[in-house]
Each structure stands twice: as structure tokens, then as C-alpha cells.
């Protein structure tokens, strides 16, 4: 059988030209695409000023992704939302909602699992399961969207996943999300956080997009980054710094900075230095990130007294500074720890399918 195309991955320009091989009215493509992506229709029956006669034939040549919410665990600190949600093939994936003055942010998933190996990261300890489709990342959004009835206003790419190992979706995902004729959220609030892929970060800054792009840099130096992420084997520091500035140069985005901190690994004053001096011509935003514990390691969090002295000392330095608490803490720990979870209970497991 052959497989049918997936209609919430594809461009308006795409869709105008499938319709017209196909002999369907050019109007009628971004009527469909306002559906999928503005409306947010949850099947082509839903699309009520079609044809029955057409919704048959849309359905017939096209496949529509959407996403089951498996779970959601709601804070009650601060309001802030963890999905669970059931891809079309079984695989689970994570996604947050936080609620902030300025409006709604999601973090969303751009692969099920990872296989960057971040040492503190619990969305690579069962290793990559699957790239996410375009469909697969907007639905994140949609279906969030659609169970708050609150607008999104910003997307960060932050979720469980490199989006660089998943780079053409991902593209795909930031033009699609920002469309005019869909939910039209500015790029300039979209973000993508990256471990340091610098044929990615070099391609993106081609792209004409104007996104936020963060980089997880977590130490000042090689040596500790090394420790810390398989990457940094990979890509040196200084070549991940030198593309960071062609992103900049090409794009006007100031950079964000992710730096997790975790104690007597890169948490004391001279790493502090050694990171003020490494960034300091950048004027990127630094996100000072207490690291969160995952049972699989042994890494813990710095006391919040070196967290504080941290800080100042880069603000002493010129640099913009926030510190990260994490949202939502009494609902599920890190990121890919509610879905790492949800595997172990048998849930589900990579590389198979669900059958409850
Ligand atoms: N692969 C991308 C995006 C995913 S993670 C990247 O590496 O940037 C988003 C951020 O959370 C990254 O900076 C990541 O290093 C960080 N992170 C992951 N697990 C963490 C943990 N347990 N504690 C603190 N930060 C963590």
C-alpha cells in the first residue's frame, strides 16, 4: 500500500502544488491549510465549508498526524502543565506548558529520545527512539493550545531531542508554526537550543529566520565540557563560539547561553572567570541552569550560596544574567524524566508498540 502523504508537514506552496496534479481547486489549499494550522481541525470532517465529496478524497490521499495526550501532570505551584503524549506509531514523547506574565510557553520535543548522551540528561539514557515529523512537533502546540483554550505565544525548542540531529523538520516545524495563515507566532519567539552542532548552527543562520538561538554550553572550557557532553568531542568550543557569532552576524538574534550547574564539576569562581572571559564579547544572555538530579547519575546541584556568587560574579562582568529555577518542580523532575517514567511502568518501550 502505499503510503499516504502527511498533510499537516506540508507547505502551503506544497499544498497548492498536490492540488493542482491532483485537479483540485488552488483556492481550496489554503482553505485546508487555515484548517490545519489556524483552526486547528482535528480531522477533515471537522472542515465544514468542504464537499463531503472532497473530505472523502482528502482522506483517501492523506494522512492527518495528531497526538493523544497520554498524561498531563499539572503544578501546583505555579500553574505550570507536563504532557504526555502518544505518537500515531506508539512512541511517547514529553511537552511543558508555562504560564508566564507576558504569556503561554511551550517547550516542545523535537525527536522521541536522544543521542547526543548529555551526562545530566535523562531524555538520552534510553538513547534516540525516532526523528519527530513536522506534523508530530506542531501537534505539541495544537493540542496544547486547543486543551488550555489559551493562545500560545512562545515556542521554545527544548524539549527531549537536538533539533539539529533532526534539522530539515525542525526548519519545517519554525515556517509552518509562524505561517501568517496559521498560529502566526513571531519567530522572534520561537527559540532552538542546541548542544553545539556547528553545521547546524552555520545552516540555520542561512535560513532568513529570525529565531532565538540558545546554546548548551555548560562549561567555560573543553576539558569540563568534554565531561559533561559527548558533543564537545566532537566540536570544539571555539568553532561552536566562532558559529554563534556568524548566527549573530547574520541574523541581528542576540544569543542565549544555557550553563547548567552542577556541583564541584563547573560551579566554583574560577570557572566563573573562565566562562566571563570565554563569552564576554559575545553579549549573549546567560541561563544559569541548577542542574536537576536524575537517579541514573550522581551529579547534584550546586548550593544555592555558589549559585549566588556565580551569578554576580558574571553581573560584576557586564553580563545579563537570570537564573533558572525550574518550573513546575513538584511534577516530575527534568526533562524526559516524566516519559522515562511512563516507559519503566511499562507504558511503553522503544522500538515497540503500545497496545493498551
Ligand atoms: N538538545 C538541545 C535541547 C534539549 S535540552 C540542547 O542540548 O540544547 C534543553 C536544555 O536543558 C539544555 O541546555 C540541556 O543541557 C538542559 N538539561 C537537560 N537535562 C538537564 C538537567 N537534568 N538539569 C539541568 N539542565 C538540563
Excluded at 252 to 265: D, Q, W
Amino acid at each position: 500500500m502505499e503510503e499516504k502523504t502527511d498533510i499537516k508537514s506540508l507547505t502551503l506552496e506544497e499544498l497548492k502544488s498536490c492540488f493542482k496534479e491532483q485537479g483540485i481547486q488552488g483556492f481550496r489549499a489554503k482553505q485546508i491549510f487555515q484548517w490545519l494550522h489556524e483552526k486547528l481541525a482535528d480531522s477533515f470532517e471537522d472542515m465544514t465549508n468542504l464537499s463531503r465529496e472532497l473530505r472523502c478524497r482528502l482522506a483517501e490521499d492523506y494522512e492527518m498526524i495528531t497526538l493523544r495526550i497520554a498524561d498531563v501532570k499539572v503544578s501546583g505551584i505555579d500553574g505550570t502543565r507536563k504532557y504526555l503524549f502518544r505518537l500515531p506509531d506508539g512512541h511517547v514523547i514529553e511537552s511543558v506548558l508555562m504560564k508566564y506574565k507576558h504569556g503561554n510557553s511551550v517547550c516542545v520535543s523535537s525527536q522521541a529520545g536522544c543521542r547526543m548522551g548529555c551526562r545530566f540528561c535523562a531524555s538520552t539514557l534510553d538513547g534516540l527512539a525516532r526523528n519527530l515529523r513536522p506534523s508530530e512537533i506542531l501537534e505539541q502546540v495544537y493540542e496544547i493550545q486547543k486543551d488550555t483554550k489559551e493562545r500560545v505565544s512562545n515556542v521554545v525548542i527544548m524539549g527531549s531531542g537536538e533539533p539539529f540531529d533532526n534539522y530539515d523538520n525542525v526548519v519545517r516545524f519554525i515556517r509552518l508554526l509562524s505561517h501568517e495563515k496559521g498560529l502566526n507566532i513571531s519567530q522572534r519567539n520561537i527559540t532552538v537550543s542546541t548542544c553545539g552542532i556547528v553545521p547546524g548552527i552555520e545552516k540555520l543562520a542561512e535560513e532568513g529566520l529570525s529565531v532565538t538561538l540558545a546554546l548548551s554550553l555548560h562549561a567555560p572550557n573543553d576539558e569540563i565540557r568534554k565531561t559533561l557532553m559527548p558533543v564537545a568531542r566532537r566540536y570544539a568550543l571555539a568553532d561552536v563560539l566562532k558559529a554563534c557569532d556568524t548566527y549573530f552576524q547574520k541574523t541581528g538574534r542576540r544569543l542565549t547561553f544555557e550553563y547548567s550547574l552542577v556541583k564541584g564539576v563547573n560551579d566554583n569562581l574560577s570557572e566563573a572567570a573562565a566562562l566571563a572571559a570565554l563569552i564576554k564579547h559575545h553579549r549573549a544572555h546567560v541561563n544559569l541552569i541548577p542542574v536537576n538530579p536524575i537517579k541514573e547519575r550522581d551529579y547534584i546541584q550546586s548550593d544555592d550560596r555558589a549559585i549566588e556568587v556565580f551569578k554576580h560574579y558574571l553581573e560584576q562582568q557586564g553580563i545579563n544574567v537570570t537564573v533558572r529555577r525550574e518550573m513546575g518542580r513538584d511534577i516530575g523532575g527534568a526533562c524526559g524524566q516524566l516519559r522515562k517514567r511512563y516507559m519503566e511502568k511499562g507504558g511503553m518501550t522503544d522500538g515497540s508498540i503500545c497496545t493498551d
